[in-house]
């Protein structure tokens, strides 16, 4: 009965172990790289957010600063800070050069 | 490490700073909501008092070429709100600027 | 067993190259895969995202992407999509 208990997963603190052969383009260094700039968050809905990215948790819950809200393409608000729960999230694409 | 300006560490902290003040949520099924916040936790439930709902009723035309349809608008209140967080899309804070 | 290649081998080996992402929805996209995680969460380069909607095909061109990998159904590798030959 050597076996000790795992520690408790910790979703927050997650961070994938480095792929042994590949360069360095795994969603944390990504996400690392994006933090600060100006990024659209597409969810699931089809909805679009561009804004400014503050930060972000291991569930994609994110925030984002200077938000416009985009439907079709059009502007249908906007809001100085925005908290976007994770689940709704389909992508994170960089809208400025990394 | 370096978030910009505001010095949120984590997404959550934009919640915890809007305690007591007022905000707009985003709900699934074209359903907002303005309130005064109480409370919250980590699947994002939400306590709101003061509370405005704005529920977009969508009409498709048929035959509609735009997808477009009418939408109707209806409105109501509350004094005092659970949300169930899996429901949330977005929070947005007063603006802080 | 020893010789068993698991299918995240398979996409790892996909890394650098074009890839073709079908989501559970009528969604899709293209494009360089930079990598990826345990979730199957994928950063991919030069995207293509194809909706299918109700008034027709819709194409959008993006820079870098992190692609959420809670909704994604399929992975082809090395295709260029809905717009290939085959």
Redesign the interface.
């Known amino acids: 009965m050597d076996e000790s208990t795992p520690p408790p997963p910790d979703i ?1 603190a997650y961070t ?1 172990p480095p ?1 042994p ?11 690392k790289g ?3 700039k100006k990024v ?1 968050v597409r ?4 909805v679009d ?1 561009r804004g ?1 990215l ?4 291991g569930y ?4 984002l ?1 200077q ?1 416009e809200e985009h439907v079709n393409g059009v502007v249908t608000n906007r ?7 994770g ?9 400025e ?2 | 490490m370096d978030p910009s300006s505001s010095g949120i560490q984590e997404p959550f902290d934009l919640i915890r700073l809007s305690l007591s003040e007022r905000v707009f949520v985003k709900l699934r099924g074209d359903r907002e909501l303005t309130g005064v916040l109480h409370a919250y936790d980590g699947h994002m439930n939400l306590i709101l008092s003061d509370v405005e709902e704005t529920i977009m009723i969508v009409d498709p035309i048929e035959g509609g070429m735009d997808g477009q349809g009418t939408v109707k608008v209806a409105k109501r209140k509350m004094e005092m709100l659970f949300v169930r967080g899996d429901g949330v899309i977005l929070v947005s804070p007063p603006s802080r600027t | 067993m020893a010789s068993q290649i698991l299918p995240l081998e398979l996409i790892d080996r996909c890394i650098g190259s074009r890839i073709w992402v079908i989501m559970k929805s009528d969604r899709e996209f293209t494009g360089t895969l930079l990598g990826f995680d345990d979730f199957v969460n994928m950063v991919l380069e030069d995207v293509t995202e194809y909706e299918t909607t109700p008034q027709g095909k819709k194409k959008t061109r993006l820079a870098q992407t992190l692609l959420n990998g809670n909704n994604i159904c399929m992975l082809i590798p090395g295709s260029e999509g809905p717009e290939s030959d085959s």
């Open positions: 927050d994938p792929p052969s590949a360069s360095t383009g795994t969603p944390t260094d990504f996400l994006v933090v600060g659209i969810l699931t809905s089809g957010y400014v503050s930060c972000l948790d994609m819950n994110i925030a600063e938000t809001y100085g800070d925005a908290f976007i729960r689940n709704n999230v389909l992508y994170i694409s960089a809208a050069p990394l």
